[in-house]
């Protein structure tokens, strides 16, 4: 995994601007340190940070290929799975190679088939290439957008980097939001709408898209979406090809010259991935898979059963390890640490985030990093089996609003009269709802219930999901770490998109298919353990800790968030807030002390970026 920076005008000499780019490139050593490469011309120039995972020499960047005479420079963060059969279908049409890197195979592909080269790929990507006798610049970011691409177009000149850091070291850019910008934080944060950058210069280039550059303009495509049809298997042949699916997909994602685990919980996701990762070292005659677990410190001493966590992780995670003989890490987090890092993990965001839910994952990716350099994950699994307590509970399905942010009336009482009359939250909220309502590819094939099952899986994999693909490249990339996501192969979703709901839902179970195609991979205890979210610290002196923070931002009269808040019911809220109130805010897992927590990221990244309003 790599970031990339690159900057295009056809109206300056760009050779001149190395300075910039090499700031802007190190904005992104943490993504990349294990190298740098810079490629200048008179209208476009790379920069490229590099952790290098596969091929270590034949995989540098920037990279050059020529074709009759022309030439194509390369800059690109990701992994494709299926490198070796697209190898082998360029070699038979007269290619030759220099190394074993996908990152070679992505660019003769792309000189090979132009853009059409996005159907080839099975894969997480975001890249640039120059193409010197068009003067034109392609762009495209995978089909689910597990890699993050921001651009940026300031009069003549276009900017593109991998984080938003990035594009703020650059001089044409400034750390601006406007109205637009609060609604992003103060109302849909920590998530962002599709194609946001929340700053008023940046923007993103949305999942499944591709952008053309050149001397008549910038130009914005969809290349993938889902298609609804007609789901014709039965349901045990759809078991099956579940089966296949998955499997293949986690085996594909295996491909490493450098040491790989797998996060594991104990539960369905990512014993399933384990499972199968453990079985293909086992054959490989390999070293035993290496497993990472997380909890917190005295978390078993106040540890409560609840909707959203049935059981603490521990034992499974034992069960699991001890079948498939894992050599297993835990990972112990405490409150100082986890409080301490809420910071780091605004600046590896460049966002506030899901606040101890970021920044245990920063710690996390810290320890893994010590052993591994990539790891697999069960993220995405919920949102394409549906395993969320929103899919299967009346009330969610009826809402007409997000069902991650049904209860966000309590947080808005926080806001300050200034700010609600600007962002109009309630408005807002419901514009953007109705905007992805629209977007769902309905089927007339559907009876009632798939047709509300398919809006609340569209809704998942578009808006709630890629706010957690996010928090996985932010943080695990900000330690040098590459987090791997079978569960989101686009083959996968595609078929689980046209699969009826009664199926996914077997036995009236959260994940019920998967469970059944997962039948002989798992102990039956742990095939069909109750789902557990994310682990969490259930330990009081977080809530204290938080709590005393944000009473200190409110007693601070230069704090930039005071604009913002209703200091009275802020300080209110702070004061009676308790790890009992119930207020899920956002998702399963921010309650009361992510509230506040989540208050505190926004005064420091206000402070921290220097954000000015420009209404």
Known sequence: MCGIVGWTDFSRNLTKETKVIESMTNKLIPRGPDAAGYWF??????????????????????????????????????ELYNTNEIRQ??????????GWSDTEVLLQS?????????????????????????????????????????????????????????LLAHPLISPTIDREGLAEIFVMGPARTPGHGVFTQISELKPGFRLTVN???????????????????????????????VVNAIKRQLVSNVPLCTLLSGGLDSSAITAVAANAYQKEGMEPLQTFSIDYVDNEKYFRTNEFQPNPDAPWIKIVSDTFHTRHYPCFIDTPEL???????VLARDLPGMTDVDSSLYLFSCEIKKEATVALSGEGADEVFG???WFYTREPLHLKTFPWTRRNEKRFQLYSPELLNLI??????????????????????????????????????????????????????????ELRVPYTDHRLIEYLWNTPWEYKYYQSRE??????????????????????????????????????LALKILKDKKSPLLPFINPTAFGDFAQRASVDTNIPWFGQLMNAPQLLAYFIQVDYWLREYNVSLKL
């Open 424 to 481: 109009q939250p309630q408005e807002y909220l419901a514009q953007r709802f109705q905007e992805a309502m629209a977007e769902v590819p309905r089927s007339a094939n559907d009876n009632p219930v798939n047709a509300k099952m398919r809006e609340m899986f569209y809704l998942n994999l578009t808006r709630w999901m890629p706010t957690l693909l996010d928090r996985k490249d932010r943080m695990s990339m900000a330690t040098g770490l």
């Open 339 to 345: 409080v301490n890092s809420l910071f780091p993990a």
């Open 41 to 78: 011309s008179p209208h476009t120039a790379f920069g490229h940070r590099r952790l290098v995972v596969v091929d270590p020499q034949g995989g540098q960047q920037p990279m050059m290929r020529q074709k009759k005479s022309i030439n194509y420079v390369l800059v690109y963060n990701g």
């Open 110 to 166: 792309y000189i090979e088939w132009g853009e059409k080269c996005l159907e080839k790929f099975n894969g997480i990507f975001a890249f640039a290439i120059w193409n010197e006798q068009k003067n034109e610049l392609f762009l495209a970011r995978d089909r689910i957008g597990i890699k993050p691409l921001f651009y940026s177009q300031c009069g003549n000149s276009f900017l593109f980097a991998s984080e938003i850091k990035a």
């Open 387 to 389: 395993g969320y307590p």
């Open 89 to 98: 279908e360029l070699i038979c049409r007269g290619y030759t190679f220099q």
């Open 215 to 245: 001397r008549h303009g910038v130009y914005v495509q969809q290349y993938w979406s889902l298609v609804s049809k007609p789901h014709l298997e039965s349901f045990e042949d759809t078991v099956l090809s579940v089966r296949d699916l």
């Open 511 to 548: 994940k019920g298919l998967l469970r059944k195609a997962l039948e002989g991979f798992l102990p039956e205890d742990v095939l069909w353990r109750k789902k557990s979210p994310y682990p969490k610290t259930h330990n009081p002196t977080y809530l204290e800790t938080v709590r005393r």
